[in-house]
């Protein structure tokens, strides 16, 4: 096999599949270096014990905190990177966004680029991500935007009632754009059927928009494709300048290999992509490549959010309760008290007793906690997720 190559991308999940993707019909030859394996197709994808209590697809390794504690990050390595694993709600940042923000914790600066820029890319990759959705109901919503190639997925009867409560208190709720195969008007042939174990698993049918299925496997029969795993990118050499990449380092399972691109695009996730150029440092970039800012790796951020969890006398009439949001606090109270952004809010994905307790740490016997160790209450409890 030649190691040159038009295109290099390294890692394989939404934004290197993607890139891959668009770029396979130009003919380029593309050499996608992923450090992980094709995803098994097995029972166990579907199994919250195997999913949620045994991390049976997730990273083994640890990452460190600040304070040096090692912990196992909610990552996993395999083609497609997290997208098969991910919840397919399909958002986009609003104008806004790329503006200078107050936020009660602190001003994040304005970006160099504007939502302008990326419009046209946001509704390239929500056609190819078959996102379903309704515009017009979310008000933060630019106005601008193409209409949704996908109708948005109907409420079943639990979320219907609960969007009429927040309805009656003057909230504007919303379709909350999902990336799924389904096909509401003919069932009996539709690849996603609704499950009770979308977000957090992988898709058993393939009917998620997840990047193996829709991105990756689509172009891997191409003559100038070409998908390497276990290939794990250790670092990336330059020339003297320090402004060209001259050759891939990775680790595969019979040694070191080099590959070199015209174009190196490195996707390996958030801190992956930090660790690999971190790791690249060289006399010309001794704080490691692209890291003149020396910012590079120091403001990872993952969801911050918090768990709400609403008991019920009566049993709630649902199997998938994800399809509803509401953005009406995303840039301050509209009703006042409060003028800075309160995040969004959306419904989370049908939960069994397992991991709900995988993730509870404490255990509160009470008759819906399947944890059976003592507890504190109410403070212990939920705060743990
Ligand atoms: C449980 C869960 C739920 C989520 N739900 C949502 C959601 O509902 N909506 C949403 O928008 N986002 C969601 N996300 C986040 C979303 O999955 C990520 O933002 C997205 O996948 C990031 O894409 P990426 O290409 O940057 O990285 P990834 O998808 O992580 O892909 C990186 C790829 O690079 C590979 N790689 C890593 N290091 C190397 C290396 N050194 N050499 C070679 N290859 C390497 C990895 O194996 C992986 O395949 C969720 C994530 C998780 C874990
Ligand atoms: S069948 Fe549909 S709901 Fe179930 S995991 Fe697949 S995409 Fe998600």
């Not at 030859?29 to 199994?47: K, M, Q, T, V």
């Not at 409560?165 to 008007?185: C, E, I, T, Y």
């Not at 996730?269 to 800012?293: F, Y």
């Not at 989370?348 to 509870?360: F, Q």
């Amino acid at each position: 096999m030649a190691a040159h190559f038009d295109v290099i991308i390294i890692g394989s999940g939404a934004g290197g599949a993607t890139l891959a993707q668009r770029l396979a019909p130009t003919g380029k030859s593309i050499l996608i270096l992923e450090r992980g394996e094709h995803l098994p197709r097995e029972a166990e994808n579907w199994d919250s014990k195997a999913v949620f209590i045994e991390h049976r697809y997730r990273t083994k390794e640890h990452w460190y905190d600040k304070r040096d504690r090692p912990f196992t990050p909610n990552t996993h390595y395999w083609v497609g990177g997290n997208t098969s694993f991910y919840g397919a709600a399909l958002m986009r940042l609003r104008g806004r966004d790329f503006e200078e923000v107050r936020h009660a914790g602190g001003v994040s600066p304005a970006w160099p680029i504007r939502l302008a820029e990326f419009a046209p890319y946001y509704a390239e990759a929500e056609t190819l991500w078959q996102v379903h959705g309704a515009r017009g109901e979310d008000p933060t919503e630019e106005g601008t935007e193409p209409p949704y190639a996908h109708p948005a997925i109907r409420n079943d009867p639990g979320v219907e009632e609960l969007r009429s409560h927040w309805l009656n208190q003057g909230w504007r709720p919303f379709s909350l754009p999902l990336g799924v195969k389904l096909d509401a008007a003919h069932p009996l042939t539709s690849p996603c059927i609704k499950c009770k174990t979308c977000g957090g698993y992988p898709c058993l049918l393939k009917a998620k928009s997840d990047a193996r299925s829709l991105a990756v496997e689509p172009i891997l029969d191409l003559p100038n494709v070409t998908l390497l795993t276990g290939r794990k990118v250790l670092r990336l050499e330059t020339d003297p300048s320090g402004k060209s990449v001259t050759e891939v380092v990775c680790a595969a399972e019979h040694g070191e290999e080099r590959w070199s691109g015209d174009i190196v695009a490195l996707a390996a996730g958030a801190a992956n992509s930090a660790a690999i150029l971190l790791n690249s440092a060289g006399p010309a970039h001794p704080n490691g490549l692209a890291n003149g800012s020396d910012q590079v790796g120091r403001n990872y951020m993952f969801h911050t959010l918090t768990a709400m969890v609403s008991l019920t006398a009566a049993p709630v009439d649902v199997t998938f309760p994800k399809t509803q949001a509401v953005n009406d606090f995303y840039f301050n109270d509209p009703r006042g008290g409060f003028d800075t952004p309160m995040g969004h809010i959306q419904l989370l994905e049908y939960m069994s007793g397992r991991p709900w307790r995988a993730r509870c740490r404490t255990g509160c016997r009470r008759p819906w906690c399947p944890t059976p160790s003592p507890a504190r209450w109410p403070s212990g409890c939920c705060p743990c997720w």
